[in-house]
C-alpha cells in the first residue's frame, strides 16, 4: 500500500512538472511571437520620426476639438507621423500609437466592441496571453472622454504594459523629462502630463469614463490624486480631460497611471 502510494505521488508530480514544462514554454512562445510582431509593427508605422519633437501645427488641427478641448488641440500635430494606413491593413481595429517616456511601451493601441477580446489576442488578432494594448470600448477616441482608458497586461519581460512598474520607481520620478505620455491618433497627436502614480486593490472605481456633474468629476480627481505614492505638483481641474493607463500589479492589483492633456 505504502509502494502504491508513493508511485502515486510520483505519478502527480511527474505530471505537475510536465504542466509548468508547457506552461513556461508557451509563455515564451507568446512573447517571443509579441516581441517580433512589436519590432515589424515599429517599420511598419515609420516611427524612426519622434513624437516628443514635432512641432505644434494648430492650424491643421482647427476641427479636431471643442473649445473645452482648447489644451488638447494646441499640442496636437500631424498625425502623419505614424502611418495608419499600413497599420489598418493588418487590424483595421487600431486607434492610435501610444509611447510613456521612461518606459518601453511604444505601441499601436487598439479598440473594439468590449474590454476582453485583445486580453488573449495580439495586433495581429492571433491568440496571445500577451494580448495587446488596448482602448475602453466606451471611449471616443476622436474627441477624448473625461477619463479615457488605455489597458495592457503587465508582462514579466517587460513587453506591453510590463514597464509601467518603472514608474513606481523613484529613480524614474525624479528623472527629467519622464513624466509625460504621447498618444498620436489619425487626427493628431497629443500630450499628457503625468499627475498620479500608484497601485491598489483590483477596484473599478478609477474606471468611469463621464461624470454626471463637475461636483462628481471633482470627486474623483482628488480620488486618484491622493492615490499616488509621488506628489507631481500638478493642478488638475474639472476643466481637464483625463488619460488613465491601467495594468495588472501583482495578483489581485492594479498598477493606474493618470495624466492630464497638456
Known amino acids: 500500500m505504502?509502494?502504491?502510494?508513493?508511485?502515486?505521488?510520483?505519478?502527480?508530480?511527474?505530471?505537475?512538472?510536465?504542466?509548468?514544462?508547457?506552461?513556461?514554454f508557451n509563455w515564451f512562445k507568446d512573447s517571443n511571437s509579441i516581441a517580433k510582431e512589436s519590432g515589424n509593427l515599429l517599420n511598419t508605422a515609420n516611427t524612426d520620426i519622434d513624437i516628443n519633437e514635432i512641432s505644434v501645427n494648430a492650424e491643421n488641427t482647427e476641427n479636431l476639438v471643442t473649445t473645452?478641448?482648447?489644451?488638447?488641440?494646441?499640442?496636437a500635430a500631424s498625425s502623419d507621423t505614424i502611418n495608419f494606413s499600413a497599420l489598418e491593413?493588418?487590424?483595421?481595429?487600431?486607434?492610435?500609437?501610444?509611447?510613456?517616456?521612461?518606459?518601453?511601451?511604444?505601441?499601436?493601441?487598439?479598440?473594439t466592441t468590449?474590454?476582453?477580446?485583445?486580453?488573449?489576442?495580439?495586433?495581429?488578432?492571433?491568440?496571445?496571453?500577451?494580448g495587446w494594448i488596448f482602448l475602453d470600448y466606451r471611449n471616443n477616441i476622436d474627441d477624448f472622454d473625461?477619463?479615457?482608458?488605455?489597458?495592457?497586461?503587465?508582462?514579466?519581460?517587460?513587453?506591453?504594459?510590463?514597464?509601467?512598474?518603472?514608474?513606481?520607481?523613484?529613480s524614474w520620478f525624479y528623472s527629467s523629462n519622464t513624466?509625460?505620455?504621447?498618444?498620436?491618433?489619425?487626427t493628431g497627436n497629443t500630450?499628457?502630463?503625468?499627475?498620479?502614480?500608484?497601485?491598489?486593490?483590483?477596484?473599478?472605481?478609477y474606471l468611469a469614463t463621464s461624470f454626471n456633474s463637475d461636483k462628481e468629476?471633482?470627486?474623483?480627481?482628488?480620488?486618484?490624486?491622493?492615490?499616488?505614492?509621488?506628489?507631481?505638483?500638478?493642478?488638475?481641474?474639472?476643466?481637464?480631460?483625463?488619460l488613465t493607463l491601467s495594468t495588472c500589479f501583482r495578483t489581485n492589483d492594479r498598477m493606474v497611471i493618470h495624466a492630464k492633456a497638456k
Open 2 to 24: 505504502k509502494n502504491y502510494k508513493s508511485k502515486l505521488l510520483l505519478f502527480f508530480c511527474i505530471l505537475l512538472f510536465g504542466y509548468s514544462i508547457i506552461n513556461i
Open 68 to 75: 473645452e478641448d482648447k489644451s488638447i488641440k494646441e499640442n
Open 89 to 111: 491593413q493588418i487590424n483595421k481595429d487600431v486607434v492610435g500609437w501610444i509611447k510613456v517616456d521612461g518606459t518601453d511601451i511604444n505601441y499601436p493601441f487598439v479598440q
Open 114 to 130: 468590449n474590454n476582453s477580446y485583445y486580453l488573449d489576442h495580439s495586433f495581429s488578432k492571433e491568440k496571445n496571453k500577451s
Open 146 to 170: 473625461k477619463n479615457t482608458i488605455i489597458y495592457g497586461h503587465s508582462r514579466y519581460d517587460s513587453s506591453m504594459f510590463g514597464s509601467l512598474r518603472n514608474c513606481l520607481k523613484k
Open 179 to 186: 513624466h509625460e505620455v504621447h498618444l498620436s491618433t489619425k
Open 191 to 205: 500630450t499628457w502630463q503625468i499627475f498620479s502614480v500608484y497601485h491598489v486593490p483590483n477596484t473599478s472605481d
Open 217 to 242: 468629476f471633482n470627486s474623483f480627481i482628488k480620488l486618484i490624486k491622493n492615490r499616488s505614492v509621488f506628489d507631481f505638483g500638478i493642478k488638475v481641474t474639472t476643466k481637464d480631460k483625463i
